[in-house]
């Protein structure tokens, strides 16, 4: 098995930040979401443990509770009033309240940032999707180990679950409507 690369995460950290910076300014809802995974396999199946095994890029250690691979990184670390979501698969919706937090306060429509697009971005993609939101993802805001897998997820995101719109066109429609 081989280890994420170092180059996935900063790589889409400058994106990501400039929107977060935007969306907190714009008074949006931001939800920071985390994979965070439970000692000894305590929160992996056999399904999960099999792929996580056999996958490109991966380590059963990985983001593992209590090491610092659970923690957000300084840039995007929330901040007081921001939703703190831990999920242990790739979806931020399978098994965690996201769903609840985002019907509570009407939200339908969605922008999804993170690592990797193709695997843990396009689950909560799709997931939302499913759950009848709009969806939106911005290619310099998303990062994957391997740039065909990114890319082929962004037109898949583009061609049947959503939009693929970069931070700067997203921080201009949050602009407009100041």
């Known amino acids: 098995m081989r280890r994420a690369s170092a180059h996935t995460a900063p790589a889409a950290t400058p994106g990501i930040q ?4 935007a969306a907190r300014g714009a008074g949006a809802a931001v939800a920071h979401v985390g994979l965070s995974t439970l000692p000894d396999h305590a929160s992996d199946s056999g399904p999960w443990l099999a792929q996580r095994r056999r996958a490109t890029f991966s380590a059963e250690d990985l983001c593992l ?3 610092k691979g659970v923690e957000f990184i300084a840039p995007l670390a929330p901040i007081a009033g921001e939703w703190v979501v831990r999920k242990q698969r790739y979806s931020a919706f399978t098994g965690t309240d996201l ?3 985002l019907r509570a306060r009407q939200i339908r429509s969605l922008i999804v940032t993170g690592v990797s697009t193709n695997a843990c971005v396009e689950s909560t993609v799709r997931a939302g999707f499913e759950l009848d939101d709009y969806i939106c993802t911005p290619p310099d805001g ?16 583009d061609h049947r679950f959503g939009v693929t719109l970069c931070v700067d066109e997203i921080i201009a429609i949050w602009s407009s409507r100041a």
Request: net charge negative; aromatic share 4%.
């Open 99 to 101: 769903d609840l937090l």
């Open 18 to 21: 400039r929107l977060l910076t």
């Open 65 to 67: 509770t209590g090491t």
């Open 142 to 157: 998303t990062g994957s180990w391997d740039q065909r897998l990114h890319e082929t997820t962004l037109a898949n995101v």
